[in-house]
């Protein structure tokens, strides 16, 4: 998905659950026109297997909402890896997710014209992306903590529901325009976390984040998002990656295996060691020797004191 925006207020604490009186996400009972119930204001990024636009909703008050339409071909491409598992569709997996750090699904569907899409909250800020690409350090300096700390209690969240990202990348996580509130967007790629789903053979993700286990076409599980998530942390922290390359492609993560990162306190010198650990444990090559679980993560960044 591209870069979008959200109108909403901080919730007290991350990790809430999203506040009453907003509407309860809903499957479109029949097929909707999209041109017809939606008047573009302005059309973003498109993304490998989808369009995205904002829009004002004419059924609903014409409310600011984020329209995702998703490209029939690619996304019967992607599917058609696990025909007879009874794959769930991004809006049937986005509309389970009810979380303050994560884009607020409103409803899903078919268009007339047969292709899937999704209405989603309005995110008024810039993609984490945007941030490290033009190295916004007065926006980020001492805020980056409280950042790693939502952006974890999301992907700790999906974890919870039994649910791998597979697309962990600073592209997928929008930051409120106040820098207060981060939310993780975008499950094109996310998939159950059960054994048909977690085979070896499943070479998708952004290469610059993924996991050896992805790389080397080894079983899975959702530990491949632990180490996308830490590679996330270093790019946010340092404004760079934890190995040097000018390929951004698949090749370039074959080097997530063989060679070690660089030191991030040879980056940022001034980095709290807790969380220098932190996240360079999160990204050890070896799952079995990786931080085991998000919620570990989490009570290891209780022990950090002072924010980058």
């Known amino acids: 998905m591209g870069i979008f925006d959200s109108l909403f207020k901080k919730n007290a604490g ?13 499957k479109a009972s029949k097929s909707v026109d999209i041109e017809a119930r939606f008047e573009r204001i302005r059309s973003a990024i498109s993304g490998t297997m989808s369009n995205f636009f904002v829009a004002k909703d004419r059924y609903h008050n014409n409310r600011i909402v984020g329209v995702k339409v998703c490209d029939s071909d690619k996304v019967h491409f992607f599917e058609s890896r696990f025909k007879g598992l009874k794959k ?65 209690e999301a992907l700790a969240y999906l974890h919870r529901k039994e649910f791998i990202h597979r697309d962990v990348c600073p592209r997928n996580y929008i930051v409120t325009k106040d820098m207060t509130r981060v939310k993780l967007i975008d499950f094109g790629l996310t998939l159950p976390a059960t054994k ?25 599980d959702k530990r491949v998002d632990i180490f996308a998530f830490a590679v ?26 063989t060679s070690p990162p660089r030191d991030i306190a040879e980056l940022v010198p001034q980095i709290d060691k807790v969380l220098a650990n932190t996240v360079l444990a999160a990204m050890h ?24």
């Open 14 to 26: 991350a990790g809430q659950d999203k506040p009453a009186g907003q509407d309860k996400p809903v």
């Open 88 to 152: 769930p569709s991004e809006g049937e997996i986005a509309i389970q997710l009810t979380h303050s750090n994560i884009v607020q699904t409103y409803e899903y569907g078919s268009s007339n014209r047969g292709q899937q899409f999704i209405v989603m909250e309005y995110i008024e800020g810039p993609g984490l992306h945007q941030l490290i690409a033009e190295r916004k350090e007065d926006l980020l300096a001492g805020k980056r903590l409280d950042l790693i700390t939502q952006m974890a």
């Open 196 to 220: 048909g789903f977690m085979v070896p053979g499943n070479r998708t993700g952004t290469p610059l984040y993924m996991s050896p286990e992805i790389v080397r076409r080894r079983a899975t």
């Open 232 to 257: 996330t942390c270093y790019h946010l922290i340092s404004f760079d990656l934890p190995w040097q390359m000018s390929d951004t492609t698949g090749r370039a993560a074959l080097q997530h295996d």
């Open 285 to 308: 090559p070896n799952p079995e020797m990786r931080t085991p679980d998000m919620d570990t993560f989490l009570r290891q960044l209780r022990n950090v004191k002072t924010s980058p």
